[in-house]
């Protein structure tokens, strides 16, 4: 009798994102309104960040109702029936629960039960993560077609009279469908991490600091309604960053992780037809732009005018907006990258939807 | 090795093209932030073509100590030794 032999998933050649979708949130936050909570002007953040405004989501809309609205709206574009998903990936640090994800529930309301789901956490690198998953699931085997999504309600963990990071910050989803398809779609995924600055960019403390402050301290019901709430804002985590640090990573070594994914793609910055990088900071934006020498014919994603600094959301909601104002983009070459906490990285050249 | 003054003329040049400064402004007593208006990302900017221009590592950490331009003049000309 001959030993029985193992049947593998059979491969498939070529993938691409077939479609985008986007949520925006509809509280706007101006400038204005964060010189109630900190000492600057609409003309220094302007200037400082290229912000004009985000959007934030009111208490009653939660990271997996973004989501789901901008996946909605993917699968619309792809032409993709839920029940087709091969695996649903949500990239996201805000999500309220350690456990369960946000995508076991994202797949179950959008009727993709029973796909695998899991979220990533990869912050601002998120999508891109989810995007070097789904490609290889897609062309292993594994997965037919994958939902990626980048989702943040970042408003639940800013404080907003602090100066690092929180007027930056913005609340938004954005999705993709990734599929087979006949030509080459997706280039080698460039992406990595840099753990010795785990301390760049984070929470102030974590969810054991909390119990033990929480122990530690009068009942807040003993409080006055003045004390009450400085104790629970010291007790909340909030997001925090060296920015001068951040700023040289992100330009400097970014820009040499770019040039990676384009060699690895066979891709002149020329030859793109759009730059789609992480909506960190406009400066960090135009800095890179001028890194990679990008042609002027190069359209360069610039939401974080809009938008702010959406984390994870940041490419989708860009790429949503550069293909809305510019559909004759379409088929064209886009370079992508993410990059924050961690740190962490993450780059590829994509064809757009 | 550059001296002291060639130092400063590069770096009068960096400054100049990143925040449009006059070169003649950059003087040896200038602090960045109080008297040329320099925030702190332009700041990290001036420091990375300072790194390139003159074959020198300037860490993160030291970009804090260095409040005036003699103060960078001196950390790359003790750099280079």
Known sequence: MSAPTLKQAPLQENTRVMGVGAYRPNVIVTNDDVCQWIDSSDEWIRQRTGIITRHRAPADVSVIDMAEGASREALEKAGIEASQLGAVIVSTVTHPYATPSAAASLADRLGATPAPAFDISAACAGYCYGIAQADALVRSGAAKYVLVVGAEKLSDVIDNTERTISFLLGDGAGAVVIGPSDAPGIGPSVWGSDGSKWDAIGMTHSMLDIRELAMAGKSTAALSDGEAAVTQAALWPTLRQDGQTVFRWAVWEMAKVAQQALDAAGIRAEDLAAFIPHQANMRIIDEMAKQLKLPETVKVARDIAEAGNTSAASIPLATHRLLQENPELSGGLALQIGFGAGLVFGAQVIVLP | ?81
């Open chain 2, 1 to 81: 090795m550059a001296s002291n003054e060639e130092i400063l003329a590069g770096l009068a040049e960096i400054v100049n093209e990143e925040t449009g400064l006059a070169p003649e402004a950059v003087e040896m007593d200038k602090s960045f932030t109080e008297d040329l208006d320099i925030d702190s990302i332009s700041m990290m900017t001036i420091v990375v073509n300072a790194e390139e221009k003159f074959g020198v590592r300037i860490p993160d950490e030291e970009v804090k100590n260095l409040k005036t331009v003699g103060d960078a003049v001196n950390f790359i000309s003790n750099a280079q030794a």
